[in-house]
């Protein structure tokens, strides 16, 4: 597991984004583009092997511009190498992560999976069933488009082991024309500003919020950046580790309280639990709600989407009069492993990485780019991408460190333990001391000795 000192890197790392791309930096050192459009793979010839290749993804949603962008890729790669057939199997998150596991039990992983960093993926890695990169990340420059750190959390022993689509942080995106009807004026400077306007979005007929609980990490995720303010900063979970504190904490207990607050006041939609992490982003993204909290890798799917003009983005703001705005929950992607038993795997390791040369000029045209983990060359505002999209861009030049969502800090035993035990706030109030005693249980039980 990183420490929370390597928060600072991946701090570093959101700073340097492609920010830099924000106006007509004509000094990028990216280097995606100029080697997007070669392909990685040898020339077909008669006598090439028909090669087929799994590759799993978690881009099913047909309105999110990277499902159109994976596709897009895909074809150019296979018009390019007829012999290769690339095999799409598109998961949502909890989808994905569910088969993974199966999969990985019976060590059947397909040639291309999903992966999250650090302590997600070391159990796989430690069971030795993805193939490391360090030499795929070398080939065409592929190394030098990723931002300076990123790659660390995906890592272990020296050796690079999946390969990150995004580095992101949580937002709150806010639909203008339904704050307008309600009569709210102003954002909310504090969670409690918040709650209240939600009671008040609620009692003029409009849906405060949206969340996909189905897929219990978002709600988790949430709930971290409440824990982020009432513990005045980052490092609670590193604490935990430590032996500095317990679940027992006043900051987790007055997170719980808070969060529980938000949940009471009426929210979130009815059964937000029955609604995956798509469908929750939908009621956003179709006007039926008036805020959604999420990572910034939303930018895009919200962009595309009929609500593109009406909507801003706010940072998290304090609770309870504590914490820091400028600090955010962040979030290395989700990331592109390769099977150590692949049975093609020269091919395979060829397809990934021209996929990830591809990437960027690839989001950037579908006004997905917000939010990468390599670099982008291009105009954003040139490009025609939204005022929303260049005020999440501004967010991160204010970033100042921040915290990993918990399962990205903690064991799987524990994090499963965590996810649960939130979930359960969606569905009833639960007194804050038993919800940090579930906690505290979940880690003494799975806490290695």
């Known amino acids: ?72 890729i895909v074809a150019d790669y296979q018009t390019k190498n ?56 070398e080939q065409n420059g592929l190394k030098d488009t990723f931002q300076s750190g990123i790659l660390d959390f995906y890592s272990f022993n020296k050796n690079i082991y999946a390969l990150p689509d995004g580095n992101n942080i949580g937002v709150i995106y806010y639909n203008k024309d339904l704050f307008k009807q309600a009569g709210i004026a102003e954002i909310p400077k504090t969670f409690e500003e918040m709650v209240a306007d939600v009671k008040i979005l609620k009692s003029k007929g409009i849906q405060p919020m949206a969340i996909g609980e189905k897929d219990s990490w978002t709600g988790s995720f949430l709930f971290m950046n409440v824990l982020l303010r009432t513990n005045g900063g980052p490092g609670f979970l590193q604490a935990v580790v430590d032996g500095k504190k317990t679940f027992a904490d006043p900051a987790f207990t007055d997170a719980v309280s808070s969060f529980e607050d938000l949940i009471q006041a009426g929210a979130f939609q009815e059964g937000a639990t029955s609604f995956d992490y798509n469908a929750g982003e939908n009621l956003f993204k179709t006007g039926k709600a008036a805020m959604y909290y999420m990572g910034s890798w939303a930018t895009g799917g919200i962009e595309t989407s009929s609500v593109n003009g009406k909507v801003g983005v ?11 705005p400028d600090e955010f929950m962040l979030a290395p992607g989700s990331a592109f492993a390769i099977s150590a038993n692949s049975k093609h795997l020269k091919e395979t390791k060829d397809f990934l990485n021209y996929f990830m040369l591809n990437f960027p000029k690839e989001a950037f045209a579908v006004k997905g780019a917000v939010g990468l983990a390599q670099k982008v060359d291009g105009d954003f505002k040139a490009a025609g991408y939204s005022d929303m999209a260049m005020d999440v861009l501004a967010l991160f030049k204010k970033v100042k460190g921040g915290d990993l969502a918990f399962d990205n800090t903690m064991n799987p035993g524990t994090a499963q333990g965590h996810l649960t035990s939130i979930q359960n706030l969606f569905v009833q109030k639960v007194d804050p001391a038993t919800v940090a005693k579930e906690h505290q249980t979940a880690y003494d039980t799975n806490k290695k000795k």
């Open 1 to 72: 597991m990183k420490k929370y000192k390597a928060l600072t890197v991946i701090g570093a790392g959101v700073l340097a984004m492609s920010l830099t791309a924000c106006g007509s930096d004509k000094g990028s050192t990216s280097t995606a583009s100029p080697a997007a459009g070669a392909s990685t793979a040898p020339a077909a010839t008669a006598k090439a092997e028909n090669v087929t290749i799994t590759f799993q993804n978690i881009y099913p949603d047909p309105t999110d511009p990277k499902n159109g962008m994976l596709k897009k």
């Open 82 to 137: 007829p012999n290769i057939k690339i095999e799409l199997d598109s998961l949502n998150t909890d989808q994905q992560k569910l088969k993974l596991k199966t999969q990985a039990a019976s060590k059947e992983v397909p040639d291309i999976t999903i992966v999250n960093p650090a302590a997600q993926m070391q159990p796989f890695v430690d069971a030795g069933l993805f193939a490391p990169l360090n030499d795929m990340v």
């Open 314 to 324: 706010f940072q998290f703001p304090t609770v309870k009069g504590k914490g820091n």
